[in-house]
């Protein structure tokens, strides 16, 4: 690979894209996007005793279900880079735990999946053969986590977001007729004082748009190059902020931009209020819906910027403000 | 990077260690090793309101230390690879929020310092310049997230280890006149169906053999090819299950293997129980102690395999075993 720019890798090696695979929850099943995705799961336990345990089953059976697809076996998987939401990563690694597949936890919160994709293109580029990439987040394991007990009923704020249930995962190589990664933009962590941690749209839009100048910049390319410039989980309110901050900056991006989050759920119908998020609103988004259009050559590049919030309930209660990151990766037929 | 055996990569490029830092507490001062750390601190809070935010600084001044040491400045640094043991590896993001560079978050338990320069020698040979990889942990902050409060005075279990209050960090580039990194062995999650929270040197030690084992097959290296094998943080325990599970494999590596958890403390005079832990166990040791050793030409390679327990409080109360993982880096000059 090779820098261009400030901050951005144009990657030597074709990294191909081979198979993707989406598991998700029921709520995502009654959204716009239920077509897409291989499988849909009516019950948020999904016949475990635990969301902990359910969310390792979305990630385990997503990847399984993703290197079926791609037609390697499991031995030809020189790696594995996953990430979740739990603390220490559980999901990851309790649902991998089984593959015998060389693991690297990778940990960007909501941006865990572009932070994948990155990582396995440069792994590949580099000499490696083949990797699976694998994201999940789980509505309850989530909240049980970072806000309150489910059972509480607690309402929630106009500004808030609903954490995806699901995984996504996908298997690169450099062996494959695409789509194919070609540029990725690691992320720089970017914090405007942000505190409230119920607003995590408005918290990483900044960083998003950092990644998205610096992605333009660097490639030379305006925002229309791209066919769809896709968020990761802004969501409502932080698309309509990321929208604003990019004008500001004599981008306009309204055409070809949307988040994955507002993509995910009907808002009229569906409740979420702010829209998706959560490391598998992206994964799942990607995996289901956007590497369908590029298969079927109804677009031909995407920019897709994985968003992330980098806190935890303790930094939030110590008074922190929220760390935003946000990674690109240019994915092209 | 080409892959030898079946899961060992050997890298193309000579990726050179040019600096490393490390930051230690109080304890850590007052052990063997004290001599060789660039910095012992004397008080758990280091000026700071939270355990959690003296971690922070702990790993954000080890950076800047090693930076400074490498005559780069931060604008050559392509990369930031980091994590730690705390929710969401907030230690890692909120000590490198400041740092402008770009950052992947990464988490492998205690094996992340290991995961660290193994990617960031990955990102190097796939053509990237300048990486820099750090890592931390906090005896009161894991204490507090993992176990139980450190006010209510809790005897620990005989088999217990003492989590390591620190920061490594080390700069690897192309450019470089070593000591080189010039293989390293991804681990595969190994889980022998241990429950016992407070006995990790157990549950890890199964994963480092595997390791070990693999890397040698891979290589044909004996372990006397090694001046040096080190584990991350077996500790006493597991240092002993891995020299008997070695040899049940037909390896004697009692004559050069040792563990970082072991080095840390003096067993006689401070009482750790089982020995030294965390993610900056090896992270320090390595960047105070071996790399010292390195430079100064005392010994020429070294294999060290940095261990990790994936699990988190959760996962125990919820009757899950430990599923362990061990990631090896060669260094040889």
Known sequence: MKKIGTNTFKLDDLISI????????????????????????????????????????????ASI????????????????????????????????????IPFYGIFGACSTFCEALSLGSVFIDAGANNVLCATSSHFCSAEKQFRFPLELGNQRTPNS???????????????????????FTPGVITDMGIKD???MGAAMA???????????????????????????????????????????????????????GVLMFDQAKQDTHAGGSGCACSATVFSGYIYKLLVEKNIS??????????MNATSSQQGESIPGIAHAVAIEL
Not at 34 to 49: A, H, N, R, T
Not at 161 to 183: C, D, E
Request: proline share 3%; net charge negative; aromatic share 8%.
């Open 18 to 61: 081979v198979s993707t695979a989406s598991i998700v929850g029921p709520k995502e099943s009654d959204g716009p996007l239920k077509e897409y995705f291989d499988k849909c799961v009516e019950d948020e336990f999904w016949g475990e005793k635990s969301w902990e345990k359910a969310e390792s089953k979305f990630i385990k059976e």
């Open 65 to 100: 279900s993703a290197l079926n697809k791609s037609s390697l076996a499991a031995t030809d998987i020189d790696c594995i880079f996953s990430g979740d939401l739990l603390n220490q990563c559980i999901s990851s690694t309790f649902g991998m735990r089984d593959s015998n």
């Open 161 to 183: 977001q609903w954490t995806v249930t699901g995984a996504g995962s996908v298997v690169l190589s450099r062996n494959g007729k695409g789509p194919f990664i070609t540029h």
């Open 197 to 199: 941690a119920n607003n």
């Open 206 to 260: 900044p960083a998003a748009l950092k990644t998205l100048i610096t992605h333009l910049s660097d490639t030379g390319r305006s925002p229309d190059y791209y066919d769809m410039i896709l968020t990761g989980d802004l969501g409502y309110v932080g698309k309509d902020i990321l929208i604003k901050l990019a004008a500001e900056q004599g981008y306009d991006i309204s055409n070809v931009y949307n988040d994955c």
């Open 301 to 310: 590049k995407v920019l897709l910027i994985a968003t992330g919030a980098l």
